[in-house]
């Protein structure tokens, strides 16, 4: 049997039929030398906790095995003395409780400040971010107005005499040197990041299915406060009660049912645009702005991967394909049928080439130099 006594039992005969433990509750009970601190229990008391399922029933389990199994309300002195060990103790754990109650309260409220404080300046840094950007774009706008008929009319004029002049330097220099020199221009630049670009509206990426297009509103707007309507073939964004910030046509058509937009961090409205054509890659997304040379683009091998073997072959051919006549180079069907007939030279040295003019064709021109 539980035994919770802190003096010895009294002997059976006082007790017939049933061990009671001696709680002596009339007289000052010795603190138990873990008081307070002792966790060996625990394990125990959640087990209860657990399958009691509230406080209620913690307390009513515990006051029931006092009674049951100790002298805790029969054995006390005075009727009081039980009621005023019960509060003595519930009020040192009560003072315990608020104590740490108040503790954890202090360290919310720092936490909640020292939140508030980065959420404000991160604020203010978009707010002065987004300002910038504003004020360049409405200076670049003004630049242009500002430029006159004659001012317009002298700068056509100056730069068709220009274009004039480069045409007659282009005339006097071969077009091989011309050919060499493009060339290495065109290897010097870089693929678009992303395969995308960027306007003073937004900045976008694309792979050969779909598009990201990231447009800068001003900061601490609500999702419910845009406005964006994803057309077949155009887009309408912007925020209620401001001007639209893009409206127009698309590059190419797309799924409306499968496009999405989603706000980030109160800032940026993130566009996804699913290809219509899924094979085709963008020089813009609206269109009117600013394209990007799509000959330089350079898929990432990863995407390629996802793709079985005989799409992926097609898929990396189509792309050598378009790189080598960017080069002004022979596709990878022309240098199979430039093989086939230096295989067949080789077969009948009877043979004179050395006049023929051959065209390998596929779209490339002929005249190609293998070397």
């Known amino acids: 049997r539980a035994s919770a006594a802190v003096a010895p039992p009294l002997p059976s005969s006082a007790a017939p039929g049933r061990a009671r433990a001696r709680l002596a509750v009339g007289r000052a009970a010795q603190p138990h030398p873990m008081e ?133 330097a282009e005339k006097s220099e071969s077009k091989e040197e011309d050919k060499e020199d493009k060339e290495e221009e065109d290897n010097k630049e870089p693929p678009p990041p992303g395969n995308g670009g960027s306007t003073d509206k937004y900045t976008w990426t694309q792979t050969l299915n779909a598009l990201e297009v990231h447009v800068p509103v001003r900061p601490g707007i609500k999702a419910k406060q845009v406005v964006c309507d994803i057309g077949v073939e155009g887009l309408k964004l912007g925020v209620k009660g401001e001007p639209l910030i893009l409206d127009g046509k698309f590059h190419a058509k797309v799924k409306p049912d499968e496009c999405m937009w989603t706000l980030v961090d109160n800032k940026i409205v993130q566009i996804t645009l699913e290809k219509h ?86 779209g490339g021109g002929g005249g190609f130099n293998f070397g």
């Not at 109650?101 to 840094?125: G, L, S």
């Not at 504003?134 to 430029?147: G, L, N, P, R, T």
């Not at 990432?300 to 990396?316: A, H, I, Q």
């Open 36 to 168: 307070g601190s002792d966790e060996r229990y625990d394990g125990v008391l959640l087990n209860i906790a657990q399958q009691s399922g509230s406080i209620d029933g913690i307390l009513d389990i515990f006051f029931g095995f006092l009674q049951r199994k100790t002298d805790f309300f029969t054995g006390a002195t005075d009727e009081q003395a039980p009621e005023q060990m019960v509060l003595k103790y519930y009020k040192k754990h009560f003072k315990a409780g608020q104590k740490r109650r108040m503790e954890q309260q202090e360290k919310n409220r720092i936490a909640d400040e020292e939140r508030k404080q980065r959420a404000e300046e991160k604020k203010r840094k978009d707010e002065e971010e987004y300002r910038k950007r504003q004020e360049e774009s409405q200076a670049k706008q003004s630049k242009i107005e500002e430029v006159s008929e004659e001012e317009a009319a002298k700068i056509k004029a100056d730069k068709q005499k220009n274009e004039e002049g480069a045409e007659e």
């Open 277 to 362: 054509d899924n094979m085709k890659w963008w020089s813009c997304v609206m269109q009117g702005d600013a394209e990007i040379d799509t000959k330089k683009i350079v898929p990432e091998n990863s995407k390629l991967s996802d793709l079985d073997g005989e799409t992926r072959m097609t898929v990396e051919k189509m792309m050598y394909d378009q790189r080598q006549k960017a080069l002004g180079k022979p596709t990878s069907d022309q240098e199979k049928q430039h093989d086939l007939l230096e295989k067949f030279k080789a077969a009948h040295p009877e043979m004179d080439f050395t006049k023929a003019k051959v065209n390998y064709g596929g």
